[in-house]
Each structure stands twice: as structure tokens, then as C-alpha cells.
């Protein structure tokens, strides 16, 4: 049994996380609301990172191809295509789910 979860990897502990939070939010409601103020500190935390992580990840991602401008000019290209198609996916999931 303890093999077992040292071999789970990471992605693994956070769907396990998700299915029990979605268990205990739905049989446990009123454990779930005095949960809220951690999960919107946790939230927060998160919306913090992104910004930060974002761009050290284009500067490191723009400064490792050099002097090859062409080649960037591609990456920017494809980056914003793939921004928008997630973007819009997103906005359709969210409006489907409302």
C-alpha cells in the first residue's frame, strides 16, 4: 500500500484531491461553506502566480532562441492562435455551463 502512493505522481494527487473535494462539497454543504474562506486564500495564491510565471516563461522562451528573429516572430504567431483558441474554448465552456 505505501509503494502504491509513493508511485503516484503529482497530476494523480491533484485529480484525487479534486474528486473528494467535489465528494465532500456535495454531501458535506455546510463544511464546504466554512471551507470558503481558505479555497478563495487558495485561489488568490494561485491568480497571483500566474501573471509572474507567465512572463519569465516568454522572457526565458524569447531569450533562448537568440538572434533568430524570424523563428520568434513564428513562436509569437503560433502563441497568440493557441491563446485565442483556448480563450474562446474557455468562453464556451463557461457560458455552456451557466
Known amino acids: 500500500m505505501v509503494n502504491f502512493l509513493r508511485k503516484l505522481t503529482l497530476t494523480h494527487w491533484i485529480l484525487i484531491s479534486m474528486v473528494v473535494g467535489t465528494v465532500i462539497g456535495y454531501c458535506f454543504p455546510e463544511t464546504a461553506q466554512n471551507l470558503k474562506p481558505l479555497s478563495s486564500i487558495f485561489l488568490r495564491m494561485i491568480k497571483s502566480l500566474i501573471a509572474p510565471l ?7 522562451g524569447i531569450a533562448g532562441h537568440g538572434d533568430d528573429l524570424k523563428q520568434i516572430g513564428r513562436i509569437a504567431l503560433k502563441s497568440i492562435i493557441y491563446f485565442e483558441i483556448v480563450t474562446t474554448l474557455a468562453l464556451v ?4 455551463a451557466v
Open 54 to 60: 507567465l512572463f519569465a516563461t516568454l522572457v526565458i
Open 93 to 96: 465552456i463557461g457560458l455552456a
